[in-house]
């Protein structure tokens, strides 16, 4: 991307997760709002997960948590690089803590903020060579048509150079790792390579 092109692209990006960041859509959160969305304009990775959970909310930092030290772990990435945000962004299927679900567990990912607000941060990064769709929310939305998301997962050399799902790393899929080696011994492989070709 040329200079003009990315100062172009980061100026709108800027604007755009300015109106994201003070978004109040959701307001009757248990929490209230806080979204929080990273990007850059440069980016080359995509991660697209389900919403914040207490730690990160309280942090202000995505995946700042058990989940997020696993996820690093797949990809072969440290802290510095993944919040780097010129080069690695995460937008989630929500951006605000959505509350817990009254037998126990996070709240799906509010309705409401994919539709107001991933089209136009999409729009304003140009430079995206890999998108991660982490969890069966992001995977239901972006990637239909799978029975489950371990069938989206299990299909990951179907959806292109350009894609890849992932389970969420959340401790309840450790098992599921367990049961499912060819993720470790296929996927996780194939994860690292793909993000050693765009400079990660």
């Known amino acids: 991307m040329s200079s003009r092109r990315l100062s172009k692209a980061k100026d709108s990006l800027d604007r755009i997760l300015a109106d994201a960041r003070a978004c109040t859509a959701c307001a009757g959160l248990p929490l209230g709002p806080l979204p929080l969305v990273r990007a850059g304009a440069s980016a080359r990775l995509?991660?697209?997960s389900q919403a914040p959970g207490t730690k990160a909310h309280?942090?202000?930092l995505s995946f700042d948590d058990p989940s997020g030290d696993?996820?690093?772990d797949w990809l072969g990435m440290d802290r510095e690089v993944f919040y780097d945000d010129e080069r690695v962004a995460i937008m989630p299927m929500g951006f605000c803590y959505p509350g817990r679900l009254p037998?126990?567990?996070d709240a799906p990912p509010r309705p409401e903020c994919a539709p107001l607000w991933h089209e136009p941060i999409l729009a304003a990064m140009p430079d995206v060579r890999l998108t991660l769709y982490v969890g069966s929310y992001a995977i239901r939305s972006f990637l239909p048509g799978y029975r489950t998301m371990t069938d989206a997962v299990a299909d990951w050399r179907g959806h292109g150079p350009a894609t890849l799902p992932l389970p969420h790393p959340?401790?309840?899929t450790v098992s599921w790792e367990k049961k499912n080696p060819w993720f470790t011994a296929e996927l996780l492989l194939e994860l690292k390579k793909r993000l050693k070709a765009i400079g990660l």
């Open 46 to 48: 995509l991660i697209i």
């Open 58 to 60: 309280a942090s202000r």
């Open 103 to 105: 037998k126990g567990g």
């Open 70 to 72: 696993r996820l690093r």
């Open 170 to 172: 959340s401790w309840r």
